[in-house]
């Protein structure tokens, strides 16, 4: 992994399919095709984890089990799960609809999953036995849905707080919805595995991105409370976010708990050993999503309701984790680092001391002379280059909303007249020393404000965008301009 290579971001959800959602199924298998007829080697996702109504896979309810909207339907029916009469019907969407998912998706992938239960329930108890988490996942989901409640914390207070006797009798009168649940998972491992191998036969590698925080009203923070500051009533304080950056004139509330570093580190951080364990059956190097939180993180409280600005700096130990981590995985670390916001010399030591790439962003480069994120500036090739990440406009949406000092330096740095600055900014990514180089889907194919994945701060319309059809007539110019710079 240490020569120069190029890769592609782009999330299971926005693949093409004849459904309202991306998924696993025969277009993940040629979307790996085309990237090989591309010349590409790497290949990001957004985290592949349950979402919550939001559709934001940043806020997911488990830190663990796969996402079952990301589960192929067609595949189920080749397997005997469904019926061509049970998936007929579904209109082709243009954008990923978070309705027609809990309607109409979800539905048919747990009724091949009760199927699927009640002809091989061995399978269910093999698989529970392979994997710590799953039953308590399968629990959690169906006192959801027997409640009628959206979190944990609404739970009555025997379960919610964690009665053994509570727990054992809830479990006992909920098995055959359990089991249901344990067989959605088995199909997504599935399916998965099937695709990873496939990228593997390829020599692609697989990018996961791992959120550093977990959802306050998930399966993790139930079964490991004591792990997460909460009070109470199971709610959050102080409460994850950040401060007035980029993206944000009033910092942002994220809503997610704080961890407990003491008792993580009293447990060996086991907990983060088992998450990372998981992380890497799913991928072959991971992006860690806000890796300064690991130095300090934004700690906004509950008093101060949604306004970000009131919080402050806590210390974190990441430095005590990421030795355990290299403990138990060795020294050469299948992570990268996303090292941006307000970035101070104690996340720089934590980053370079664990010989972590970091990450660079073009968009952000131009807001100044010599920035650092200019690729002249960069120190070493230890970074990963972006044009932009899912957190930022496309490079042609970016272009025609900057200030024209903006757009004038990035011309006079790329030596181009604008007319298409997606490419004139894929090749300055390309050219830099930086070892890797991954580029958002919608830059390759020349799309506007109309493709941007996600805005920060804002819920409405977001981690929506998906490709209609794979652009295998772009495969050639993408090719010959990686080798050109020798990727």
């Known amino acids: 992994m240490s020569q120069p290579i190029a890769g592609v971001l782009m999330h299971i959800t926005s693949l093409p399919s004849p459904y309202s959602c991306g998924s696993l199924g025969i277009n993940a298998h040629r979307f790996l095709d085309w990237m090989q007829e591309s010349g590409l080697k790497l290949w990001q996702t957004l985290p592949l984890h349950p979402i919550d109504g939001a559709m934001s896979p940043y806020s997911s309810t488990s830190a663990f089990a796969g996402a079952p909207h990301l589960i192929d339907l067609d595949t189920l029916m080749e397997q005997g799960w469904l019926t061509a009469f049970e998936l007929a019907g579904s209109s082709k969407q243009h954008w990923v609809s978070a309705s027609h998912i809990t309607n109409w998706i979800l539905p048919r992938i747990e009724l091949a999953a009760e199927r699927f239960a009640e002809a091989h329930p061995e399978r269910i108890e093999a698989f529970i036995e392979q994997e710590h988490w799953v039953e308590e996942w399968a629990h959690y989901q169906c006192?959801?849905?027997?409640?009628?409640?959206?979190?944990?914390?609404d739970?009555?207070?025997?379960?919610?707080?964690?009665?053994?006797?509570?727990?054992?009798?809830?479990?006992?009168?909920?098995?055959s919805e359990m089991y249901i649940q344990i067989a959605i998972q088995i199909f997504f491992f599935e399916q998965w595995d099937a695709l990873k191998a496939k990228a593997s036969s390829l020599g692609i590698t697989l990018v996961g991105d791992l959120p550093i925080f977990v959802s306050q009203n998930g399966v993790d923070t139930w079964t490991h409370r004591h792990l997460f500051h909460l009070d109470k009533d199971g709610y959050p304080n102080p409460v994850a976010g950040v401060p007035p950056d980029v993206f944000s004139e009033t910092g942002q509330h994220?809503?997610?708990?704080?961890?407990?570093?003491?008792?993580?580190?009293?447990?060996?951080?086991?907990?983060?050993?088992?998450?990372?364990?998981?992380?890497?059956?799913?991928?072959?190097?991971?992006?860690i999503d806000h890796f300064r939180g690991f130095a300090a993180?934004?700690?906004?409280?509950?008093?101060?309701?949604?306004?970000?600005?009131?919080?402050?700096?806590?210390?974190?130990?990441?430095l005590e984790l990421f030795t355990a981590l290299r403990e138990h995985f060795g020294n050469d670390l299948p992570f990268f680092a996303e090292d941006l916001g307000i970035i101070t010399e104690d996340v720089n030591a934590l980053r370079t001391s664990n010989n972590l790439m970091g990450m660079k962003i073009l968009q952000f480069a131009f807001t100044a002379n010599d920035h650092i994120y200019m690729p002249h500036m960069y120190d070493s090739e230890n970074w990963v280059c972006y044009t932009g990440t899912h957190d930022n406009n496309t490079i042609i949406g970016w272009f025609e909303a900057a200030p024209e000092s903006e757009r004038n330096r990035f011309m006079a740095y790329t030596q181009s007249d604008g007319s298409q600055p997606n490419w004139a900014m894929l090749s300055l990514a390309l050219s830099s020393k930086a070892r890797w180089v991954i580029i958002p889907m919608q830059d390759f194919i020349?799309?506007?404000?109309?493709?941007?994945?996600?805005?920060?701060?804002?819920?409405?319309?977001?981690?929506?965008?998906?490709?209609q059809v794979l652009p295998w007539d772009v495969c050639e110019r993408i090719r010959l301009t990686i080798q050109h710079f020798n990727r």
């Open 297 to 318: 993180a934004w700690a906004i409280p509950k008093s101060a309701g949604r306004d970000a600005r009131k919080g402050e700096w806590v210390p974190a130990k990441g």
């Open 155 to 175: 739970f009555p207070p025997a379960l919610r707080d964690r009665d053994p006797k509570a727990l054992q009798e809830s479990r006992r009168r909920l098995q």
């Open 143 to 153: 006192l959801l849905k027997q409640l009628g409640v959206y979190a944990w914390q």
């Open 446 to 467: 020349d799309l506007d404000a109309s493709g941007r994945m996600n805005t920060p701060g804002q819920a409405d319309k977001q981690w929506g965008w998906r490709l």
């Open 254 to 287: 994220w809503g997610n708990p704080h961890y407990n570093w003491d008792a993580h580190q009293s447990e060996g951080f086991a907990w983060w050993i088992q998450r990372l364990e998981a992380e890497l059956r799913l991928t072959d190097q991971i992006r």
